[in-house]
Nanobody, 122 residues
Framework: QVQLVESGGGSVQAGGSLRLSCAAS????????MGWFRQAPGKEREGVIV???????SYTDSVKGRFTVSQDNAQNTLYLQMNSLKPEDTATYYC????????????????WGQGTQVTVSS
């Protein structure tokens, strides 16, 4: 059974940084498409960063140059490093996995975590 558990959310002032973690079980992050998504109150969920199993990464334009994705294969954990945070980054962030080789931001992911809240104040 696939389980994704996010952590690392919190409150930060604009310009600050946070690192989110997604601990995976029941799958290997290195051999699946993995992604970070977010949903702000009253808005649709949007893809933030998606990394396919060959290492190619897709970003939504609003986070390019500020957010990066990485992984620790030994810990089977995916990370989202968020720098230069803005109030518009405030949302619940979700980790997702999909058992395919290639994927992009618009791919429909199969497995989801419960989310972690990120709040950025101005």
């Amino acid at each position: 059974q696939v389980q994704l558990v996010e952590s690392g959310g919190g409150s930060v002032q604009a310009g600050g940084s946070l690192r989110l973690s997604c601990a995976a079980s029941g799958l290997r992050v290195s051999s699946n498409c993995m992604g970070w998504f977010r949903q702000a109150p009253g808005k649709e969920r949007e893809g933030v960063i998606v990394r396919d199993s060959v290492g190619r990464t897709s970003y939504t334009d609003s986070v390019k140059g500020r957010f990066t994705v990485s992984q620790d294969n030994a810990q089977n954990t995916l990370y989202l490093q968020m720098n230069s945070l803005k109030p518009e980054d405030t949302a619940t962030y979700y980790c997702a996995a999909h058992p395919v080789t290639y994927c992009v931001i618009s791919t429909l992911f199969k497995s989801w975590g419960q989310g972690t809240q990120v709040t950025v104040s101005s």
